[in-house]
């Protein structure tokens, strides 16, 4: 406690989590009771949690679980992830309570870009930042590689079904084995199973069997599984393969995400073990074939091979906060195109660890329109937990941009509004805070607002927003300053969450799984973005459609939106309401287990501008250390 | 010792990789004498040592450095791997010395194609094999992830340079700080050095020194780096990017190639120090100005970010056999587009810490004719490093090829040629092995025949390999049987390398640097390949005129040949002579430092087949172990 050497004005990210020894990571599992066989050390300071933890511990009480998401917010972001880490550092370094933080696992990529790591900030950081930041433990390369190998298998079975007959196909498919006897794959089993095919013995099928055996018969043109990097490169956005002599003519126009937003990236943040992994990974679904039913990895004879490369990257990563808590960083999940919450297993093993007297504290991404619905609707339903307290996290900044303040450019100097006070403004824009208020009560939780505030704010700005989230019906709300001082700044935020969590909840969905997929997307639309009614592109009536006759119809909805406004008009600020919310199209996340109506384009890959931060990242010849890293 | 249980016949590797426990990775290292400040453990059987562990060894005297090369191989392989890890079973757990294996990471491709993976086979393994083939402690991501990072950054780079004027340009390369005052980063210097300016403030440039700093000016003909995947991705070896409308019609046609084959992975194979590194990583030319210029890595400003994505990659991964004696895996550098060996940093610290009186086996990839002259002219080279004494690995199966026996093919049933004794087609192919020998002995080193046997060989077969071995100046030919028997089954061969290493050494290289590139080629094609002439394609000629003007003549040769053969046709077995050598392009690896004359195609991403090895690979539901990996 104290440890930290505070300076004013705070030092660039890097230099405070490199003035800060790390303890050793041995030293934090102990201090969480993780016994020697239940984690595996990478180097000093990380460590893979196994889910075996679990098996010892699975009939003790659980923890509080406290989720932390954000007002709508300015796209200089309001502090989620340093609220995340300070409120932690609080409860663990100055109110002596048991606690664990779980955080997603940065994407690379941009990390060269424009914005820099993801790893709070100031005096609230999980360190070490650079192992943060780069590789981790390589989970997202797993992805990466499980991601990218299925892309492959898709492009190079349409090719070798274009190139050979079908008993060719089956042949090389079901080849004899030493002695002589052919069999299937146990893999292949799954498939025979749909097909309705009951025959074991691959010499029994008939020809017919054979052939809807061998034939996936993909319809290229329905192929929603792109490849992944986790690399910023806008040139890989849209691409044609296949341009090889050696491909023979077989062009296709597809394209790289980044590889955060792949569905297996989903499916390790909402799994709960291995073979449930393994199920989710088979059954993600890669387009149709030309008869319309959906293809999936494991037709493809690939669900096993995806298991087995994300067999380590389902064990969350141990890390600590600059004052010693403990953090497990697991998942990164896009907030767009999947649910934007790090994993599942994390959070259990957290809960269990920290006993019944300790916080779990997690974090969803984007504003909580987006995350906490998320969170709430997707993720709690896959886990079976339910959180004690919401954090939300509000800035004066992003309160006067919603009271009607100018725009707030990433890159461009802040306008004078946003530097001297200006308490009527703040109070025309706490309408945003209180919708979000608002919605996370509906799901039977007590909401904490964390004002995190800048040194520009004054105590006149702070209390309008104090006021208004009261007001609005808030538990609590308190002014945190964990960037400046780290733990010691979020020590009230910190009490007020002990308190919150003492109050009962009476937690409830906001919708159910058995309605209608259009009747689930107009509940959200309606009851958490405020809007009159929902229409439907021609688009999106057809996979919805589609889906509904697939049998995805019971999925939960895992909306793309902007989280600049609660509309699908970023330029909305405040509490627009009244407004029509357009369905462009709908995808499904089938192994994940979601539905993604698309309201806005979604940006999938990033680009680097004309100097992206690379320039300054190097290693210093004299200490070996990185330097740059922002 | 004599821990293994055999069985016969030999079951799966995977199979005797599992039936063993691997010993704590802590006790392998202590073994060694390596500090616990000079590794970090990842997981129970894999550490990353440091080169820190150098520092206090500097002075030590080395040990005895063993390279295993192979005769021209059949395309199944004739043992290299599985020889080089059982000769240190031998050396280690029956003949009592110190030993460190030095062997390169497999690509993880290849392990779900058709190929399997690559830890050595039978009883003479890396364990274990999974981690071995699987992402291992993360080094082939990293050169993914750096690769790809200045792939995309050249792209961006020319897209910005083709949207913006050459003021815009600067004045977003050179922002002002804080302050108002701008600077250049510190990788700026060293272009400005190599465009001559010696003014250090951005604003005290000319208008024109401003243009020439500001505008790489890089022709998109020219570029030859390419994107990476570890991943057998056909469709991606040529592609055409840039085509979504963010792009604004700057489309490119480029491809992927697997990532072992980045420039990249031979810097890591080839460096010596973290400084070293970085300062590879920033020359490395990726393609040339249209003024005809090259332009480097560090041009782009990327030399810093390389270093940092590939610092942790830098430290060779410590593993075990199967008998408990330690081995380095470290960098896995195609043979062909590159030199094929493991990396420098592994085999110095395995030389330190083996002592005076131990030794350190490690592999070059490709037949001899490749990998052995690569090693020698390249690696050692590099290193400051010369053997004590070449290993060649012979088999019979392979000489009956080179005797003229039938075409020998993978995945097709072995003629009964190779299944039934015929010693004169033995005696026939041995030319081949003679020819190795030679070529060996030319370095100054004595060499030992290792006669890999199989079930099948009979004491006539084998007497006759041992004969023409002795006859063409090997200091001792040996019979083993490793991949069935381990340490026990390489005895022999372990003390004949044991007395070989007692010999005097004469180290020549073939070539000195400081000739033309045209001599260095012709040495290599006469005197190692038996070529009469070299034919050089207009494009090898034009190149060879470039890589001369731009002061690269003085590189190393890394030829990208066939292993197949001696000469560029695959089908020419034996040992062609009289032969003319076409070389129809070079290529540069300027960061790496080597020149790349290409004798034929070379295949540079590989495929999958109709029915690839990933649908046998899962995790078993019960034992949670992974099934199905070759």
Redesign the interface.
């Known amino acids: 406690m104290g440890k930290l050497n505070f300076q004013d004005p705070v030092p660039a990210d890097i230099e405070i989590a490199q003035s800060v020894t790390p303890t050793p990571i041995t030293e934090i599992a102990k201090q969480l009771n993780i016994s020697p066989a239940d984690f ?5 300071t990380k460590a ?1 949690v196994k889910l075996s933890v679990l098996d010892s511990l699975k009939d003790d009480p659980n923890g509080n679980y406290v989720v932390v998401a954000g007002i709508t917010p300015t796209p200089l972001g309001e502090g989620k992830s340093t609220t995340t880490v300070g409120v932690c550092q609080a409860l663990g370094a100055y109110l002596d309570k048991k606690v664990v933080t779980c955080i997603r696992q940065p994407s ?1 990529g941009p990390t ?1 870009g424009i914005k820099g790591g993801a790893a709070g900030g100031g005096y609230s950081q999980v360190i070490p930042m ?1 192992e943060m930041n ?2 981790l433990t ?1 989970d997202i ?2 992805i ?2 499980a991601n ?2 299925l ?3 898709i ?3 349409m ?2 079904e274009n190139t ?1 007959s079908d008993a060719a ?1 089956f042949n ?2 079901c ?1 004899a084995g030493k002695g002589g006897a052919r069999s299937f ?4 089993h799954k498939r025979l199973k749909k097909l309705g095919i009951t025959e074991t013995d691959p010499d029994k099928l008939s020809t017919e069997e054979r052939s809807k055996f061998a034939r996936l018969d993909i319809d290229p043109e329905t192929i929603t599984w792109r ?1 992944v ?16 002599a ?2 023979k003519g ?1 062009t ?2 597809t ?1 790289f995400d980044i590889t955060v937003s792949s569905e297996i990236m989903a499916v390790l943040a909402l799994t709960t073990s ?2 449930d992994m ?1 199920e989710r990974l088979g059954n993600m679904v890669i387009g149709n074939s030309k008869a319309g039913e959906p293809v999936t990895a494991d037709d493809l ?5 995806l ?3 994300m ?2 990257a389902l064990n969350p990563t141990l890390m600590q906060t600059l004052e010693e808590t403990p953090v497990l960083v697991h998942a990164g999940p896009f907030a767009n195109i999947a649910h934007g919450n790090s994993s599942i297993v994390a959070d259990q093993i957290g809960l269990k660890l920290v006993g019944p007297d300790g916080f779990v504290v997690t974090e969803a991404g984007f504003g909580a329109d987006i995350g906490m619905e998320k969170f709430m609707n997707i993720k709690c339903r896959y886990s079976g937990l339910t959180p004690n307290c919401a954090v939300i996290v509000a800035t004066v900044r992003a309160l006067k941009m919603h009271g009607g303040g100018p725009p707030v450019t990433a890159g461009k100097p802040l306008d004078q509004t946003y530097r001297s006070e200006n308490a009527e403004l703040v109070k025309a824009g706490c309408c945003n805070l209180a919708r979000h208020i608002a919605n996370a009560r509906a799901y039977g939780v007590p909401v904490v607002v964390a004002i995190n505030k800048f040194a520009t704010d004054t105590p006149a700005e702070l209390d309008a927003v104090r006021t208004a989230a009261l007001d609005a019906g808030a538990f609590d709300a308190v002014v945190c300053w964990h960037h400046a001082r780290g733990g010691e700044g979020a020590k009230d935020l910190g009490e007020a969450v002990i308190k919150a969590c003492q109050q009962p909840t009476q937690f409830e969905f906001l919708y159910p799984l058995d309605i209608s997929i259009k009747e689930k997307i107009e509940t959200i639309a309606k009851e958490t973005y405020g809007a009159a009614s929902v229409e439907y592109l021609p688009q999106a009536e057809k996979q919805i459609e589609l889906y509904t006759r697939m049998g995805f119809a019971g999925l939960p909805i895992c909306m793309a939106k902007t989280q600049y406004s609660f509309s699908a008009d970023a330029s909305a600020k405040g509490a627009p309401s009244g407004f029509v919310l357009p369905i462009r199209d709908v995808r499904a996340s089938v192994g994940a287990g979601f539905l993604i109506p698309l309201v806005g384009d979604m940006m999938m890959m990033p ?6 931060c ?6 210093d ?1 004299v200490s ?1 250390r ?1 330097v ?2 922002s």
């Open positions: 595996e050390s990478h180097g000093t893979k690379q060269f650079e780069l590789h390589g390369h797993a990466t590689a990218n190998l892309a492959a298998a492009d190079a079975r090719f070798h050979q196909l090389r498919l080849p794959a146990p893999v292949m490849r990097l986790d690399t910023n490169d806008r040139f890989l956005r849209t691409i044609t393969v296949g341009q090889a050696t491909e077989m296709r126009t394209g291995l073979p393994r004879g690939m669900g096993g091979a298991v087995v490369l067999r380590d680009g680097l501008p004309t100097r992206p690379f320039y300054d990242i190097d290693i010849p070996g990185i740059g890293l």
